[in-house]
């Protein structure tokens, strides 16, 4: 009787990337729901043409370099790239916007650098950081969460909205009343120009640490974090590095001087931490790789958030200390390997 | 026995689905004599054995049939049972490479006749000279069972006296695979005799039998046999797979770890696998040589999965045939487990020292139980980190798998590849599906070459530089040669000027000398006389001859140059 060779081992487990990519998308949903109910449907319609546009410049990819469309539509990166990234841009943002940053993101991020596995970068922060570079205007525009300006843009307005422009619906005046910049960035600017931290947090928007929606976004951002902990899809390391960096030094700038520094648990449920620590530091493609690096990777992109967001001239900081830290990553990884099994650690010898 | 003991844990490893209850449900069958044996020369780490007989020798069961090259590395082999010897020529084995390899063939003839071959059974071997042991161990062509068949002999006598803790490995971490664990449900007893010659010979101040959880009732067994052993202690370990390979092993019962190139040794330590331990038992007190072995024949390939004791060297399409022959899905062959197996081509060849496990079985029930498909395509590697999280040797197999595909084998080394024990558990987990072992083994061949290719040239390089070395120097002797010869030559000279002045002041004491001088003088002056006289004559001949030419020549030419005149003229 004549049998097939193969080599071991024969045997492997159920895993896929796609099962990987799934379960992260169902983290998001705690986080997706928060926002809705917040910004009410130009969060949804981000997401599904944030979907459908990935998906189109994620076939064409494919399709000029050849590659099988099944396998590639089948492992969800692009389509967790796309909820990423439109959860990272304001809602009822114009299409073009996302248009733009999509191809950054998925042709030019990822495609061009050889598609999955392959990207030094996050493919959603490239694409995130080209539109704040390019449109900051249509970037810090993001409409008052429901309950502050006691309106929500219908489902049908919101379409319009989006596909030709508040122009259509609103004058310019009243879009800038129903449209303001986040917490975080707002907080800034009160800053610059004077105020004390304790009193611009005593104005409506904000709650009990942060901006009153973004609080309770972040909050939820954090049980989905917690369950992929939970489910082994991410490991501590990036999350609570990033998290520890971040407070020590929010927390040491806030205790020298608490009028003109946020206070540690601003700066933790504010903005894109939340979201960034949990699903972006921790995109194992872009992330370092090791287990003492990905500690030095996500204190390194905590720092960097700590520093943009104080220094810096940019609303948030998540995206570019993301990319600033996928640029060093091949070399972290070179000088963290860990002890092989039999060798003597530092210590021994 | 003291009670309760601290155990380690090793980085890593995975929890494959064991399969083991499909082959122990029966017990142990026994061993059935098949028509013929194919025995390789070879089962053994070292060198192949010098084959003692000749096709058509008659020869007995037990008698020796190939031994040790001498001072080599190896064990002997012996006739598993009667017959006839049949061809010697190389055959398929099982082995990695699926080379063929020299094997004697053996036609049973069915009488299992000792004859005169069978050793002195030690009985009572705690009055037998270790020296005696040492020699039938070595004699009995011992080797280690667990499937790498080092020669035990050797590793036995390197550790007298040296070793603290005596190691037996009945861990059985494979799936499907469970001979170890019926050898020890059912023969417990003999397992721990085998023991007990080990305690004797190497007189470790502890031994500890490593049994994964996993097999309660072999752990009921050898408890109860070894319950009147102080030394000894059955160590239940958590079951999780490579915890049977050595290293894990001796990590998880001592805590030490043995370094990539050492041996446990180096810490006082000596592994024994279980089986080992049995056939000592059985070369010792029943004076048998290793001619057979109980092996796991099982899978979803098999119609009966169980445990055989059969003779080394049955044909696996016997060991098949005997466990009912093969079903529907038998898709793939494998000697060994899924995880770290080889496939075998066919069925043809023989079962060996080494063959614990032969699993048949369809390529979709290998796969886990919740696998959509039974091979899903291989996808890119988005350095999850699942691997690093599997791996036994901690290594970073994302990042070797990276380094191999760039055929950046500089990085791949320094990346630790060599530690690589390829349990496949990088493999198991990845979701991506990669072949990750088979990069390994890749690079690793791939480095084997490089650093051969590496020894060659900087010794081709050596020999040139040596080459060079050796014409500057034979040319420098050449050069002092000579002028030691030309100074020695001058040295001479000048003597004799001195000499010769010497004698010349000496001349008028010379008359003898003074004649012979003279007399020379004068032949000379004959002799010179004679050559002129010679050579005037010659010349003048010449010189005439060459005049006439010319005057000759003249004439002519004038004669011409009238008669053109004239012609012109006219």
Known sequence: MEFKTDNSPFTGSASTIGRVMRQVLYALIPGVLMMFYFYGWGILINIVLAILIALGFEILSLWLRKRPLKPFLADYSAIVTACLFALSIPPLAPWWILMIGLFFAIVIAKHLYGGLGYNPFNPAMVGFAVLIISFPLEMTQWIRPEFNAGFVPSLFDSLRIVFTGFESLYSVDQWDAITMATPLDDMKTELKSGHYFSEVMGTSHYGFVSGKAWELISLAYLSGGLWLLYKGIINWRIPVSLFLTLAILATFFNWLTPDTHQSTLFHLFSGATMLGAFFIATDPVSASTTPRGQLFYGACIGFFIYMIRTWGNYPDAVAFSVLIMNMSVPMIDYFTQPRVFGAKSREES | ?570
């Open chain 2, 1 to 570: 026995m003291n009670g309760e003991r601290k155990y380690w844990t090793f980085h890593g490893g995975v929890h494959p689905e064991f399969n083991k209850e499909q082959s122990t449900r029966q017990p142990i069958s026994p061993i059935k004599l098949p028509k013929r044996l194919i025995i390789p020369v070879q089962q053994h780490i070292g060198a192949p054995t010098e084959v003692l007989v000749a096709s058509g020798d008659k020869v007995f069961k037990g008698q020796l049939i190939a031994k040790m090259a001498e001072g080599e590395l190896g064990a002997p082999i012996h006739a598993p049972s009667s017959g006839v010897i049949g061809k010697i020529e190389k055959q398929a084995v099982p082995h990695p490479s699926a080379l063929d390899a020299l094997c004697i063939e053996l036609i049973l003839d069915g009488k299992d006749d000792w004859g005169k071959s069978q050793l002195a059974p030690y009985a009572d071997f705690s009055h037998i000279d270790n020296k005696m042991l040492f020699a039938r161990i070595e004699e009995t062509g011992l080797v280690g069972l667990g499937g790498a068949a080092f020669p035990s002999s050797v590793k036995i006598s390197a550790s007298k006296n040296t070793i603290e803790t005596l190691i037996i490995n009945a861990a059985e971490c494979e799936p499907y695979i469970s001979c170890d664990d019926l050898l020890m449900r059912e023969r417990a007893d003999d397992i721990v005799i085998g023991i007990r010659i080990l305690l004797q010979l190497l007189n470790p101040q502890q031994c500890l039998i490593g049994i994964e959880d996993n097999k309660p009732e072999a752990i009921a067994a050898m408890q109860r046999a070894t319950a009147s052993l102080d030394k000894v202690q059955v160590c239940t370990i958590p079951t999780l797979y490579p915890s049977g390979g050595e290293k894990q092993l001796i990590k998880i019962l001592t805590g030490k770890e043995i370094p990539e190139g050492g041996i446990p040794l180096d810490r006082g330590l000596l592994c024994h696998n279980v089986a080992t331990s049995y056939a000592l038992y059985k070369a010792v007190v029943k004076g048998e040589p290793l001619i057979s072995r109980v092996l796991t024949i099982t899978g979803d390939g098999v119609k009966q999965p169980q445990n055989i004791e059969a003779l080394i060297g049955t044909p696996i399409s016997d060991l098949i045939a005997q466990a009912g022959g093969y079903t529907t899905h038998a898709q793939r062959l494998i000697m060994g487990g899924p995880m770290m197996g080889i496939t075998l081509k066919n069925d043809n060849s023989p079962m060996v020292k080494a063959s614990n496990c032969f699993l048949v079985a369809s390529t979709t029930s290998l796969q886990q139980a919740n696998s959509i498909h039974a091979s899903q395509p291989q996808m890119p590697c988005i350095r999850c980190g699942k691997c690093m999280q599997a791996c036994p040797a901690n290594l970073l197999p994302q990042q070797l798998y990276w380094y191999t595909q760039a055929k950046d084998f500089e990085r791949v080394s320094e990346h630790n590849l060599t530690s690589c024990i390829e349990c496949g558990c990088c493999d198991f987990v990845c979701p991506s599906h990669i072949p990750l072992v088979s990069y390994f083994r890749f690079a690793k061949s791939e480095i084997r070459a490089q650093k051969i290719a590496t020894k060659k040239s900087d010794l081709s390089r050596e020999r040139h530089e040596f080459l060079e070395f050796r014409k500057a120097r034979e040319k420098h002797e050449r050069d002092e040669k000579r002028r030691k010869h030309k100074a020695a030559l001058q040295k001479k000279k000048a003597i004799m000027a001195a000499k010769k002045k010497r004698t010349g002041e000496n001349d008028e004491e010379n008359p003898k000398a003074d004649a012979i001088k003279a007399a020379l003088a004068r032949a000379n002056a004959k002799k010179a006389a004679r050559q002129t006289k010679d050579s005037h004559t010659n010349t003048s001949d010449d010189d005439q001859a060459k005049a006439d030419k010319i005057k000759a020549a003249v004439a002519k030419e004038n004669a011409r140059k009238i008669a053109r005149e004239a012609k012109k003229e006219s």
